[in-house]
């Protein structure tokens, strides 16, 4: 069973700055992908920022240049550095991976979830 642990939410002003982080444990053959995720009220989640397992990062248009996604597969951790924070910007973030098994077959596993707030 692979289980992930989100930390780093809570309330923060605009301009303001947090770091997200996602650990994750349990019986992993390989990661393919790693990434955030966030779900504003009334809204659709929607991609944040991914990170493959060679490096290569993918970033919403509207986080690019503020959020930078980094990973570090020895403390099996993901995190997501998030500055010049908008009111916008709030919302619940979930970290999600995506796993192979040793037949190939891709599953994807996601955590709980943190509350963002960015408000005066």
């Known amino acids: 069973q692979v289980q992930l642990v989100e930390s780093g939410g809570g309330l923060v002003q605009p301009g303001g700055s947090l770091r997200l982080s996602c650990a994750f444990s349990g019986s992993i053959f390989s990661i393919n992908a790693m990434g955030w995720y966030r779900q504003a009220p009334g809204n659709q989640r929607e991609l944040v920022a991914t990170i493959t397992n060679s490096g290569s990062t993918r970033y919403a248009d509207s986080v690019k240049g503020r959020f930078t996604i980094s990973r570090d597969t020895t403390k099996k951790t993901v995190s997501l550095q998030m500055n010049s924070l908008k009111p916008e910007d709030t919302a619940v973030y979930s970290c999600?991976?995506?796993?192979?098994?040793?037949?190939?077959?891709?599953?994807?596993?996601w955590g709980q979830g943190t509350q963002v707030t960015v408000s005066s």
């Open positions: 999600k991976i995506t796993i192979a098994t040793m037949t190939l077959e891709e599953y994807d596993y």
